[in-house]
């Protein structure tokens, strides 16, 4: 069996995008991760990464036009060979045309019950309002924010005393188990 060729995009430390080439050393795994991107040069996930052997590319968009920046990104997945790009943890909104370009082919980890809390600070959200769980859900990217199909969820207690970063740790835990099992399944379609 072929792999599929899987770009990852990161923001920050990539904890998820380790989870996703972790889980993609697997014989049985049905991708490979062929890039990790950031628009952060100093991103510490591009290390991880780069330590690994997993080769890596960074842009700034800083000073420049997003069509330019997205561009630049578009152009290192391509010749990297991507087929399907996962997002994880990665800060910029995508243009609707970058996402119209690779439509049905970027999935996202967001930190809610979508389509509950779509957006930031999702964790407090969660506890202000009085819910009994919070979790994470895998959703393919569309033009709409966390408005794609969601194609896998896990979910979370919310015990008395949670903070959102108390939350936001357990639930990360339960990010890197959910991530590479909705991937590969996604991929396996």
């Known amino acids: 069996m072929a792999k599929r060729k899987l770009g990852i995009l990161i923001s920050g430390r990539g904890s998820n995008m380790a989870a996703l080439v972790e ?11 062929v890039l990790v991107a950031s628009d952060k040069p100093e991103a ?29 990104i578009d152009a ?26 690779w439509h049905g082919r970027i999935v996202n980890i967001h930190p809610s019950l979508l389509p509950k809390y779509k957006g930031l600070d999702t964790h407090a959200r969660a506890i202000e309002a009085g819910d009994s769980h919070a979790g994470a859900s895998v959703h393919i990217v569309t033009e709409e924010l966390d408005g794609g199909e969601v194609l896998g969820q896990t ?26 099992r909705v991937v590969a399944q996604w991929l396996n379609r």
């Open 23 to 33: 889980a993609a050393q697997a014989p049985d795994c049905p991708y490979q991760v």
């Open 155 to 180: 979910e979370v207690a919310i015990e008395p005393g949670d903070s959102s970063d108390s939350l936001a740790a357990r639930v990360l835990i339960e990010e890197h188990r959910l991530y590479p």
């Open 76 to 101: 290192a997945l391509r010749d990297a060979g991507v087929e399907a790009i996962a997002l994880a943890g990665y800060m910029r909104l995508l243009s609707d045309n970058f996402v119209q370009a």
């Open 44 to 72: 510490p996930g591009l290390a991880w990464a780069r330590e690994r052997g997993v080769a890596t590319f960074a842009q700034s968009p800083k000073g420049m036009p997003k069509a330019d920046y997205e561009a630049a």
